[in-house]
């Protein structure tokens, strides 16, 4: 009646040798390390960036705890890790001098990091620890808001130029073309020139076009649908969260968190980095680059007095400024494929600019037949009015490389390169909470949360020893085995543990002995209908499940509710709250029933079971 056969045993006993195994890195702890990434974008990291790490060590006489590749796709590194914190330091300095030949400009980036001491053949059967959240390794975590406004104007200017593309192309004539809020105002002379105007346009789906009349003037006016326009917010949000990403691997942080929250948020969180002002710097910042052509028809030292025509911009901040351009652009950022800090001819600092394909068509294309004429670079930037970096004459065709030169100083040659290689975001953000948190907090966090877990264990153990004896012992194995599979399934999802998944840890504990609570008060009450003890633990795990799997599923139900209206902590502690439910249910029943019967059931006249403060008679009513 109460045997299990042997490949439910056998089951058992994989599942807690797997649990083991994935649970174990998680007691190795950490080393310091150095991580090489790759500085140019045309510089990939492989097993010869290793073999250069691993022979500058050696002639420097500087012992590695191990050295290897890290990573995959176009993230990948040399990590390289260390005794001590002093050994690492000193790693430091001799790998940024040998592996790059100009400082200003490096073809290598080296990182201070901590990296896992888990053996090597455990990781290639990806038996990793968990990741350790802002709360418990200490860093960074900025809640960012985006201007999804601004996101909006920068979508309509798009449709305004290719508007204006769109007429010139097909040759109709218009009377001016601007924007004016969240619409295009495109003026005609004619009907006949706007109904073709029409007709070319109504190739743009995404947009509704009106007609209009100002006095004498006809216009269409254009704005975008309501699902083009809740598609651009989005897209704003989605590529700010991409260009994050790209600046966050650039600083090389290890596990940072840039996820969204809510429709127009951002939460980016920078485990281990404690500079603060320095990591705003760099993901808050909107650069990206223009390069006009300069409105010659403005004579130069007359711009602020004279009328600026239509389609040009006067611009007032920058070197060489007053100075009119048009608002054309001949070339975005959006075409920069490398980005370096350099010097120029005058050992000045600068910033070495190469363009992919398209971008170099084009600055060909504009140069041409501009030789002699003048030609600006603007920088854009989230606070303030746009930068005139520099001015200057064509004096032949360009190429797909140029340099931005008057930088100033090597540090801010190298953060504009860093901004303009990783891409500009698409719109501003603003910094609406920020916190730090230091690695001794960190560490205390860590400590607590571990005593908390011991403590709450022990507790549990002692009541259920004390109260149900051996039944409440097979309890305590099951739980700890519940414990061992929920750290093992955390593990193996490379899962992020803060506090609030702690606290999911020891609610999971309290559910998965509330199962085992239910279990032997059932079989207690058959006991105390006279049945035997055989039968009373068969029909006690029987009954007891309809109600373990009541409970837990309307438990889950809530779980699964918090994970997809929550976000952030409440997510995390979702994840952990679900899975410590699948976990228990395993545990309580499978385990718990296995053990039972590995005990009990072997005994073909079993008189009394130990469930309680006293021996209960087989037979007694």
Same mark, same amino acid.
């Given at each position: 009646?109460n045997?299990?056969?042997?490949w439910?045993?056998?089951?058992?006993?994989?599942?807690?040798?797997?649990?083991?195994?994935?649970?174990a890195?998680n007691?190795?702890?950490?080393?310091?390390?150095l991580?090489?990434?790759?500085?140019?974008?045309?510089v990939?990291?492989?097993?010869?960036?290793?073999?250069?790490?691993?022979q500058?060590?050696?002639?420097?006489n500087?012992?590695?705890?191990?050295?290897?590749?890290?990573?995959?796709?176009?993230?990948?590194?040399v990590?390289?890790r260390?005794?001590?914190?002093?050994?690492?330091?000193?790693a430091?300095?001799a790998?940024?001098?040998?592996?790059?030949?100009?400082?200003?400009?490096?073809?290598?980036?080296v990182?201070?990091?901590?990296t896992?001491?888990?053996p090597?053949w455990m990781?290639?059967?990806?038996?990793?620890?968990m990741?350790?959240?802002?709360?418990?390794?200490?860093?960074?975590?900025?809640?960012?808001?985006?201007?999804?406004?601004?996101?909006?104007?920068?979508?309509?200017t798009?449709?305004?130029?290719?508007?204006?593309?769109?007429?010139?192309?097909?040759?109709?004539?218009?009377?001016?073309?601007?924007?004016?809020?969240?619409?295009?105002?495109v003026k005609?002379?004619?009907d006949?020139?706007r109904?073709k105007?029409r007709?070319?346009?109504?190739?743009?789906?995404?947009?509704?076009?009106?007609?209009?009349?100002d006095?004498?003037?006809?216009k269409?006016?254009?704005?975008?649908?309501?699902?083009?326009?809740?598609?651009?917010?989005?897209?704003?949000?989605?590529?700010?969260i991409a260009?994050?990403?790209?600046?966050?691997?650039?600083?090389?942080?290890a596990?940072?968190?840039i996820?969204?929250?809510?429709?127009?948020?951002?939460?980016?969180q920078?485990?281990g980095?404690?500079?603060?002002?320095?990591?705003?710097? !760099?993901i808050?910042?909107?650069?990206?680059?223009?390069?006009?052509?300069?409105?010659?028809?403005?004579?130069p030292?007359?711009?602020?007095?004279?009328?600026?025509?239509?389609?040009?911009?006067?611009f007032t901040v920058?070197k060489?400024?007053?100075?009119?351009l048009y608002?054309?652009?001949?070339?975005?950022?959006?075409?920069?494929?490398?980005?370096?800090?350099?010097?120029d001819?005058?050992?000045?600092?600068?910033?070495?600019?190469?363009?992919n394909g398209?971008?170099?068509?084009?600055?060909?294309?504009?140069?041409?037949?501009?030789?002699?004429?003048k030609?600006?670079?603007?920088?854009?930037?989230?606070?303030?009015?746009?930068?005139?970096?520099?001015?200057?004459?064509?004096?032949?065709?360009?190429?797909?490389?140029f340099?931005?030169?008057?930088?100033?100083?090597?540090?801010n040659?190298?953060?504009?390169?860093?901004?303009?290689?990783?891409?500009?975001?698409y719109?501003p953000?603003?910094v !609406?909470e920020?916190?730090?948190?230091?690695p001794?907090?960190?560490?205390?966090? !860590?400590?607590?949360?571990k005593?908390?877990?011991?403590?709450?264990?022990?507790?549990i153990?002692?009541?259920?020893?004390?109260?149900?004896?051996?039944?409440?012992?097979?309890?305590?194995?099951a739980?700890?085995?519940?414990l061992?599979?929920l750290?093992?399934l955390?593990s193996?999802?490379?899962?992020?543990?803060?506090?609030?998944?702690?606290?999911?840890?020891?609610?999971?504990?309290?559910?998965a002995?509330?199962?085992n609570?239910?279990i032997?008060?059932r079989?207690?009450?058959e006991l105390?209908k006279g049945?035997?003890?055989?039968?009373?633990?068969?029909?006690?795990?029987?009954?007891?499940?309809?109600?373990?799997?009541?409970?837990?599923?309307?438990?889950?139900i809530v779980?699964?509710a918090?994970?997809?209206?929550?976000?952030?902590?409440?997510?995390?502690?979702?994840?952990v709250?679900?899975?410590?439910?699948?976990?228990?249910?395993?545990?309580?029943?499978f385990?718990?029933?296995?053990?039972?019967n590995?005990w009990?059931?072997?005994?073909?006249k079993?008189?009394?079971?130990?469930?309680?403060?006293?021996?209960?008679?087989?037979?007694s009513k």
């Amino acid at each position: 009646m109460n045997r299990y056969p042997v490949w439910k045993y056998i089951v058992i006993a994989i599942t807690v040798l797997l649990g083991a195994l994935y649970t174990a890195p998680n007691y190795f702890g950490e080393s310091p390390a150095l991580q090489v990434t790759s500085g140019k974008s045309t510089v990939k990291v492989g097993s010869d960036v290793t073999a250069k790490v691993e022979q500058v060590l050696k002639q420097e006489n500087i012992k590695t705890d191990g050295i290897a590749l890290d990573g995959t796709g176009s993230h990948v590194s040399v990590r390289a890790r260390f005794f001590d914190t002093d050994t690492q330091f000193k790693a430091k300095l001799a790998l940024e001098h040998a592996l790059n030949a100009d400082p200003n400009d490096p073809t290598y980036i080296v990182t201070n990091n901590l990296t896992a001491n888990t053996p090597v053949w455990m990781q290639k059967i990806r038996a990793l620890p968990m990741y350790l959240g802002l709360d418990l390794r200490g860093g960074v975590h900025f809640l960012m808001q985006v201007d999804v406004k601004a996101a909006l104007e920068k979508r309509v200017t798009g449709i305004q130029t290719s508007v204006r593309t769109a007429l010139r192309d097909k040759n109709i004539r218009h009377a001016g073309i601007e924007r004016k809020d969240n619409t295009v105002e495109v003026k005609f002379r004619d009907d006949d020139t706007r109904k073709k105007a029409r007709a070319v346009l109504a190739d743009m789906q995404e947009l509704n076009i009106a007609d209009a009349a100002d006095g004498a003037d006809l216009k269409l006016v254009l704005s975008l649908k309501p699902a083009a326009l809740k598609e651009a917010m989005d897209n704003g949000v989605k590529q700010n969260i991409a260009t994050l990403s790209k600046r966050v691997n650039e600083l090389g942080v290890a596990e940072p968190i840039i996820q969204q929250q809510g429709a127009d948020r951002i939460v980016v969180q920078l485990p281990g980095v404690q500079d603060v002002a320095r990591a705003k710097s !760099i993901i808050g910042r909107t650069a990206t680059l223009e390069v006009r052509m300069v409105d010659e028809t403005v004579v130069p030292g007359t711009e602020l007095q004279s009328a600026v025509p239509f389609n040009s911009e006067l611009f007032t901040v920058g070197k060489n400024v007053p100075v009119v351009l048009y608002k054309d652009i001949v070339l975005s950022g959006d075409y920069i494929s490398r980005a370096t800090a350099s010097f120029d001819q005058n050992h000045n600092a600068a910033v070495s600019i190469d363009l992919n394909g398209d971008g170099g068509r084009k600055i060909r294309e504009a140069t041409r037949d501009r030789v002699g004429k003048k030609m600006a670079i603007v920088l854009y930037e989230q606070k303030g009015k746009p930068e005139v970096l520099s001015v200057a004459t064509i004096q032949s065709e360009l190429g797909s490389s140029f340099q931005i030169t008057g930088m100033g100083n090597s540090e801010n040659a190298a953060e504009l390169a860093l901004l303009l290689r990783s891409g500009a975001l698409y719109a501003p953000m603003t910094v !609406i909470e920020e916190r730090t948190v230091g690695p001794a907090l960190g560490a205390e966090n !860590i400590q607590k949360g571990k005593m908390s877990m011991i403590y709450g264990f022990s507790a549990i153990a002692v009541f259920m020893v004390i109260y149900y004896m051996l039944f409440g012992f097979f309890s305590v194995l099951a739980l700890g085995v519940n414990l061992l599979l929920l750290m093992a399934l955390l593990s193996m999802m490379q899962a992020t543990l803060t506090l609030p998944g702690i606290a999911a840890i020891a609610l999971a504990l309290g559910m998965a002995i509330d199962a085992n609570v239910l279990i032997n008060e059932r079989i207690r009450e058959e006991l105390r209908k006279g049945n035997t003890p055989q039968a009373a633990i068969a029909d006690g795990f029987k009954h007891a499940w309809d109600t373990i799997i009541d409970s837990n599923v309307t438990t889950l139900i809530v779980g699964i509710a918090l994970y997809v209206f929550g976000s952030g902590p409440v997510r995390g502690f979702a994840v952990v709250h679900c899975l410590g439910i699948l976990t228990s249910m395993f545990s309580a029943v499978f385990v718990s029933r296995g053990v039972v019967n590995l005990w009990y059931g072997r005994k073909k006249k079993l008189q009394s079971v130990s469930i309680g403060t006293v021996w209960v008679p087989g037979q007694s009513k």
